[in-house]
């Protein structure tokens, strides 16, 4: 019998979008994601159940849809296992299953940008758990890296894909330097920063945007852009949540804050 995933411990109230209210505001929900409205009532079930921080339910509809709810049970998945799950091998091996699953939906589904980001995001995640050096050593900078070039490819408007590129070239070079990181997998400074400016533009409202942007400007450029990065963790905290992610979101920009 499989461990009882732990609950999203805040308050869901707000993020309850019965009926009609999901669809009115799914352009806000998914402005970072770009993850299209489904037409498929089960599949809006499984979106309800995630933005309200029911992720085993979302994934457990999710996959029992199939098609299009399986990216409401990939992206249910990888939020609870980045923030919620407190067994670390639970955790790898949760964000390896959504690999897995994504890779399979690559092949169906090659226009799909999310069979490609929330690839990326899964090995991103799961290359920061069993550090970024050995994630390295295995190649799976170069994977994430394909996925999310892919990705947005194919939406360019992906503000998520933007965040997530933007701290790959900020944790390469947090890592190997940059005269390493460039020569060698081609992460540069500029270009992770112009990036995370990109998804703030796609994005205005969110929190998570900030938090990685801030925690990538000192990686790339150190103490030069503490302050600005202290500016962003507090723009961070002081957003409104539209959904569980994003009350996690700022949580963690709290702890970050508080640090």
Request: charged fraction near 25%; glycine fraction near 8%.
């Given at each position: 019998?499989?461990?009882?995933?732990s609950?999203?411990p805040?308050?869901?109230a707000a993020f309850r979008?019965?009926?009609?209210?999901?669809?009115?505001?799914?352009?806000?929900?998914?402005?970072?994601?770009c993850?299209?409205w489904?037409?498929?009532?089960k599949?809006?079930d499984?979106?309800?159940?995630?933005?309200a921080?029911?992720?085993?339910?979302?994934?457990?509809?999710g996959?029992?849809?199939?098609?299009?709810?399986?990216?409401?049970?990939d992206?249910?998945?990888?939020?609870?296992?980045?923030?919620?799950?407190?067994?670390?091998?639970?955790?790898?091996?949760?964000?390896?299953?959504?690999?897995a699953?994504?890779?399979?939906?690559?092949?169906?589904?090659?226009?799909?940008?999310?069979?490609?980001?929330?690839?990326?995001?899964?090995?991103?995640?799961?290359?920061?758990?069993?550090?970024?050096?050995?994630?390295?050593?295995?190649?799976?900078?170069g994977?994430?890296?394909?996925?999310?070039?892919?990705?947005?490819?194919?939406?360019?408007a992906h503000?998520?894909a933007?965040?997530?590129l933007?701290?790959?070239?900020?944790?390469i070079i947090?890592?190997?330097g940059?005269?390493?990181?460039?020569?060698?997998?081609?992460?540069?400074?500029?270009?992770?920063?112009?990036?995370?400016?990109?998804?703030?533009?796609?994005?205005p409202?969110?929190a998570?945007?900030?938090?990685?942007?801030?925690?990538?400007?000192?990686?790339?450029?150190?103490?030069?852009?503490?302050?600005?990065a202290?500016?962003?963790?507090?723009?961070?905290?002081?957003?409104?949540?539209?959904?569980?992610?994003?009350?996690?979101?700022?949580?963690?920009?709290?702890?970050?804050?508080?640090?």
């Amino acid at each position: 019998m499989s461990a009882p995933w732990s609950p999203f411990p805040h308050d869901a109230a707000a993020f309850r979008y019965a009926g009609t209210a999901l669809k009115k505001t799914w352009p806000r929900l998914h402005r970072g994601d770009c993850e299209p409205w489904p037409t498929d009532g089960k599949v809006q079930d499984a979106w309800r159940a995630y933005h309200a921080g029911d992720f085993e339910r979302a994934v457990s509809l999710g996959l029992q849809a199939g098609g299009a709810g399986l990216a409401a049970a990939d992206k249910a998945a990888m939020i609870h296992a980045n923030y919620l799950e407190p067994d670390v091998a639970r955790k790898l091996a949760r964000l390896q299953e959504v690999a897995a699953r994504c890779e399979q939906r690559q092949r169906t589904q090659p226009g799909d940008p999310n069979a490609w980001y929330f690839h990326a995001y899964a090995l991103g995640r799961y290359s920061q758990g069993i550090s970024v050096a050995t994630a390295l050593a295995e190649g799976l900078g170069g994977k994430i890296k394909a996925s999310l070039d892919k990705a947005l490819a194919l939406q360019p408007a992906h503000a998520d894909a933007h965040i997530a590129l933007g701290t790959w070239h900020a944790e390469i070079i947090d890592k190997v330097g940059s005269l390493v990181g460039g020569l060698t997998y081609g992460a540069k400074k500029e270009a992770g920063e112009k990036h995370f400016r990109r998804a703030l533009e796609l994005n205005p409202e969110s929190a998570i945007a900030r938090t990685e942007c801030a925690n990538g400007l000192v990686m790339m450029f150190g103490k030069s852009r503490l302050r600005e990065a202290e500016k962003l963790y507090a723009e961070a905290v002081a957003c409104t949540p539209a959904d569980a992610m994003e009350c996690l979101d700022i949580a963690a920009a709290k702890a970050e804050m508080d640090d």
